[in-house]
């Protein structure tokens, strides 16, 4: 059995808190739905344990542990409170973290839009403040869209359907064309989708899983604005976040298209590695993928 076919269970979470962490041992352990790269348990009423699952390296997690504290004091952010290490009896990392209350987009909804809205828009502008020299740089995430062409192509030769063919590859194009950010890198969350943000009484109440967090081009994290939030909300979004120029909103309008399309692929193929996969992503992406449409064909290349 391989690392990344180790089945996670009750037993092993215990156990292993129980070599590592006795005093937090004796907490209640409900699974939590939902995980991907690392799988949750909830663990007493304000923990929970992140389990590397399959993510091959231990990047991203020690990522999390070196970066969210320093983030931590200016944002509502689930922070690293114990390290587990590789063992014997699991070879991966493992982290005890604050448990965000509520559900993962991908298993509920948001029904106060406008409150959803205002909530990512003012997260994010307490997140997007210049990075240090010593931050994270990721080849995936906070690049210029002109450097994501080979991935957007991968995606929209998968799922395209024809009739929005040339809709979606304008809204690209666009966004390739679009001037580079000028500013210094910011710190940038880089992955927000609907399993990695958390939701409660009909609005967002939480962000989840920096693995990808980098500095670079807040775009990314705007793409959220038609990835996240209800149809008819992101020009709300983008009144109250107020930093975004025309070409941001281009660059994120097109990263929005490429994140849906991914939604689509993972929605079609199923993530075989999770019990259940995620066939209901593929509504999700379509969603999200209309409602960029919706916003180009109604200002192409402008306001949201």
């Known amino acids: 059995m391989t690392n990344s076919e180790i089945e996670i269970t009750v037993d092993l979470v215990r156990d292993l808190l129980q070599e590592q962490h006795p005093d937090l041992a004796g907490l209640t352990i409900r699974e939590v739905a939902g995980g991907w790269g ?25 990522k999390e542990r070196r970066w969210l504290p320093v983030l931590a004091p200016r944002l509502p952010l689930p922070t690293p409170v114990r390290f587990g290490e590789p063992s ?95 500013g210094p890198p910011l710190w940038v969350h880089g992955d927000l989708h609907p399993a990695n943000v958390v939701v409660s009484d009909g609005t967002l109440s939480g ?18 604005a038609w990835v996240l939030l209800p149809a008819g909300t ?3 979004f983008f009144d109250m976040y107020a930093y975004a120029d025309e070409a941001a909103i281009r660059r994120a309008r097109g990263l929005a298209a490429m994140k849906s399309l991914f939604l689509m692929l993972m929605g079609q193929n199923g993530d075989r590695g999770l019990p259940g996969g995620k066939l209901n992503w593929g509504p999700v992406g379509q969603g999200a993928l209309d409602r960029v449409l919706q916003s180009w064909r109604a200002a192409p290349g402008k306001r949201p």
């Open 88 to 182: 014997e009896r699991f070879p991966k990392h493992w982290t005890v973290m604050t448990w965000v209350p509520g559900e993962p987009l991908d298993h509920g909804s948001i029904s106060r839009g406008d409150h959803a809205a205002d909530t990512l828009a003012g997260f994010l502008r307490a997140l997007h403040v210049e990075a240090p020299a010593e931050a994270p740089i990721s080849s995936d995430f906070g690049a210029h869209p002109k450097k994501c062409t080979d991935g957007f192509d991968y995606f929209f030769e998968a799922v395209v359907p024809g009739g929005t063919a040339d809709d979606v590859r304008a809204v690209w194009d666009d966004a390739v064309a679009a001037p580079e950010w000028e």
């Open 234 to 236: 992101a020009s709300r």
């Open 38 to 62: 690392n799988q949750m348990w909830r663990l007493g009423d304000e923990l929970a344990v992140r389990m590397q699952r399959m993510d091959p390296t231990p990047e991203l997690q020690l």
């Open 207 to 224: 962000i989840v899983d920096f693995g990808a967090m980098c500095a670079g081009d807040p775009a990314w994290d705007l793409a959220a």
